[in-house]
């Protein structure tokens, strides 16, 4: 459909609009249109768009999708004032971009922009898009696809962070099942748990629960100053109506793109809505990993036996004391610790400790093909292999963690 919103003749009333330098170049975007919205749209040139959105017919818009690609990157100044008249309007405005550089889906995301879909479209994923977009809107018929859940405000939430100190070491494999095991830590009085994905370059926390990625996150993260509780949640996505997930961005982008303010006001509001806050770090040293340092309540760092591990140890050690950081936050946890009855194995983790100056307070075994069966099914191991040995122990760690929040807690109120 092509026929301009100003002389639309038909009856039906026109719900939304696409904008484009030429609507035909992207003709996925026209096929899902009429599948979502049937003859209720009209479509409209970057030119045209900016003088129709000042007209009172365009207040019976609910959202526009401005759709760009590569040679719409020198004229992005008319794009932001199409996005500054869509939201004088108070419509939503969906970006649909094709080999757009970050810094251009960056810019335009901070001036305006609800949700981006990148072209060629995800199938099904224009629909959901519309759905996120217009479901804070109570006029607007479209229902979610899955559970809303509405913030508390009221909580005072742990903050875990969990840092591979080497590539491998399985930080992402922990924090995942961590949270999931808390979550089902109490049938009776189930805790709420958030796992917040920081690496935003190779976070991989979505793939390990199958879980989409949604470019909400990267919407939220780049302008935090206008984050609320119902931004925040509606941009986590839940596993086994359980488990909420703010998974990493769809595309990479540089780690100091996001700021220290950015990070602690995620981690704040995480905190204010749920019981337990799990974060999977990047490996990587960023300017705001002093702040989820600080704001952690107990800072998990995993570690193997063997040099690497050692060797980072010794120097984030190094670092964070030089710079009068809480290095005693940081717990250390080996994975495919030596088993039970392996005596050389266990002497060699003494040695390890002892020469690096730390404890390593927790030994978790190695749960073998399982763990990476389980992550390519997108399964906690607790779904999947609830009996693996690995498992058990996270499970353990798990209940130790809640008792002892549940015992301060307690002793709080006392």
């Known amino acids: 459909m092509t026929t301009s919103p100003a002389v639309q003749n038909d009856p039906s009333p026109i719900v939304a609009c696409t904008i484009s330098r030429d609507v035909q170049i992207f003709d996925l975007l026209i096929e899902d249109m009429e599948s979502a919205l049937g003859d209720a749209w009209g479509d409209l040139s970057f030119a045209d768009a900016a003088a129709f959105l000042a007209q009172p017919d365009a207040r019976a818009l609910q959202f526009v999708t401005i759709a760009l690609d590569a040679q719409d990157e020198d004229n992005l100044q008319q794009v932001s004032d199409i996005i500054a008249a869509a939201k004088a309007a108070r419509i939503k405005v969906i970006l649909i971009a094709e080999d757009l550089t970050p ?9 305006g ?14 629909a959901r898009a519309i759905e996120r977009v217009l479901i804070i809107d109570d006029t607007v018929q479209f229902s979610p696809t899955g559970p809303q859940f509405k913030a508390t405000g009221s909580k005072s939430g742990v903050v875990i962070p969990i840092h591979g100190l080497a590539g491998g070491t399985g930080a992402t494999m922990m924090a995942v099942n961590l949270a999931w095991e808390l979550a ?11 796992l917040i994905d920081l690496d935003f370059q190779f976070g991989t ?8 990625r949604r470019e909400s996150v990267l919407e939220m993260l780049t302008d935090t100053a ?3 509780a119902d931004s925040f949640m509606q941009a986590l996505l839940t596993y086994g109506d359980k488990l909420h997930v703010l998974t990493a961005p769809t595309d990479m982008i540089p780690l100091d793109m996001i700021s220290p303010a950015d990070i602690t006001r995620v981690i704040e509001m995480a905190r204010m809505n749920f019981d337990y806050v799990v974060i999977d770090m990047p490996s990587t040293m960023v300017e705001w990993s002093q702040t989820v340092l600080e704001a952690a309540h107990v800072y998990f760092a995993m570690i193997e036996l063997e040099m690497r591990s050692a060797q980072n140890t010794l120097r984030l050690k190094r670092a964070l004391q030089s710079e009068e950081l809480p290095f005693e936050k940081i717990r250390f946890i080996l994975n495919r610790a030596p088993g039970f009855t392996d005596l050389n194995g266990k002497s060699r983790v003494k040695r390890l400790a002892e020469s690096l100056g730390i404890s390593v307070e927790v030994l978790m075994p190695d749960g073998g093909k399982a763990v990476m069966q389980s992550a390519d099914h997108g399964t906690p191991l607790a779904d999947s292999n609830p009996k693996n040995p690995l498992r058990k122990e996270i499970m353990k760690l798990a209940k130790s963690v809640h008792e002892v929040n549940v015992a301060a807690t307690a002793d709080t109120k006392a």
């Open 103 to 111: 810094a251009a889906l960056h810019r335009l995301l901070r001036e």
């Open 113 to 126: 922009g609800d949700e981006f879909v990148p072209y060629p479209l995800p199938e099904n994923e224009l």
């Open 184 to 194: 089902n830590i109490d049938p009776k009085d189930p805790p709420k748990v958030c």
């Open 205 to 212: 926390a979505s793939t390990y629960l199958d879980l989409p």
């Open 226 to 228: 206008a984050m609320d």
